[in-house]
């Protein structure tokens, strides 16, 4: 189709002179951008990246405090790990009243454990509550699925930073098998076989020695919010600089094991600033300090959200601000449709990260 496009404007270039051949270029070259929009996407992203600019540190291994089995309230079977051997945890970032959203992961993409003949895992991450009922309540879900990591700290937005370090502890002293860990927020339709097919695509043999991979939706540049009574508000303190370090974006990503490590190493060998930076910009300072540079997957949606199609679906990663509901409707539709061509894929994703970058604006200009 595309080929057949590109002659036809060859002949009428040819053939014509003024207005004509230059709108069929046009429209040309819109319609390879949009079949190739993640390509340029991340083309783009490499291009407007900053790279590690800082002061690397060498610390030693022994410098981290081991991760304690009582930092946890509740937690699977300590060998869950090493019976199941993962390639790939999830560990879903889930808040104690959400039980619906964990239910739907549960039902729907959680529910896979193999692959791309890989085994997979998913867990959930959460704090403590100062409900009574809600307590009682988690405590007979985590024994009905065995499937809740809670640890010892508060559930609040501003401690979702001790969150993402208690998932990191977790992962680091009981489930050393796995190669990868996700971090998923529980309103993202997460899709581990998009996952591993891009990364078997990007770092080939799996036996191959492992990198130090960050990947996700990088956010570039970003500016501290310097407003006291903002939500993010950051203190000069806490962050001097202008700019963050580039950073993935929280809603989901994901870190290889040697990355997993160096980052919780730097982020043990400092006292945590006060307020807390947001939980990915925390992330991502840290990892910039480990000397490790994200990577911008385009597959993995940021804020604007993408219109559900089955076919763009099976291309993406990640896509977010997906209610409980949609994602058990969304998911059944990705089961019954027929299997995607490539074709259908690259015109499908193309088209819904159009939609969804025009919604973004749209939005953002109101
Ligand atoms: C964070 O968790 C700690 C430990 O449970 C608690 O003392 C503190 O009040 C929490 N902070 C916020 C802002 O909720």
Known sequence: MVIRGMWVCKVRLVKHSGLTPILCLLTCVCFLAVFFIDYLEEWATCFGMSGISGSHVGLPPQSMPPTRPEEFLHMPSRLVCQRAKPYMITLVTSAPGNQKARQAVRDTWGGEVQVRGHRVMTLFMLGQTSDPVLTKELAEEAQEHGDLVQGRF???????????????????????????????????????????????????????????????????????????????????????????????????????????????????????????????????????????????????????????????????????????????????????????????????????????????FLWSGL
Not at 283 to 291: F, K
Not at 299 to 308: E, Q, T
Request: glycine fraction near 6%; hydrophobic fraction near 40%; charged fraction near 20%.
């Open 154 to 360: 508060l559930d609040t937005y501003a401690n979702l930073t001790l969150k993402t370090l208690s998932m990191l502890a977790w992962a680091r002293r009981f489930c050393p098998e796995a190669h990868f860990v996700a971090k998923v927020d529980d309103d993202v339709m997460f899709n581990p076989n998009a996952l591993l097919h891009y990364i078997d695509l990007k770092w080939g043999a799996p036996e191959s020695e492992l990198a130090e991979l960050y990947i996700g939706r990088v956010h570039m540049k970003v500016v501290p919010d310097r407003d006291p009574v903002s939500k993010h508000f950051l203190s000069e303190d806490a962050f001097g600089g202008t700019t963050f370090p580039d950073y993935c974006s929280g809603t989901a990503y994901v870190l290889s094991r040697p990355a997993l490590l160096k980052l919780s190493l730097v982020a043990s060998a400092a006292p945590l600033p006060k307020p807390l930076p947001p939980e990915d910009v925390f992330v991502g300072l840290c990892a910039h300090t480990a000397g490790i540079v994200p990577t911008h997957c385009p597959y993995f949606s940021g804020g604007p959200s993408v219109p559900f199609a089955p076919c763009c679906y099976q291309g993406m990663v990640s896509v977010h601000h997906i209610k409980p509901e949609e994602m058990l409707h969304y998911w059944t539709d990705m089961q019954y449709a027929a299997p995607c061509s490539w074709l259908r894929v690259r015109t499908s994703l193309g088209i819904c990260k159009l939609r969804a970058l025009l919604r973004h």
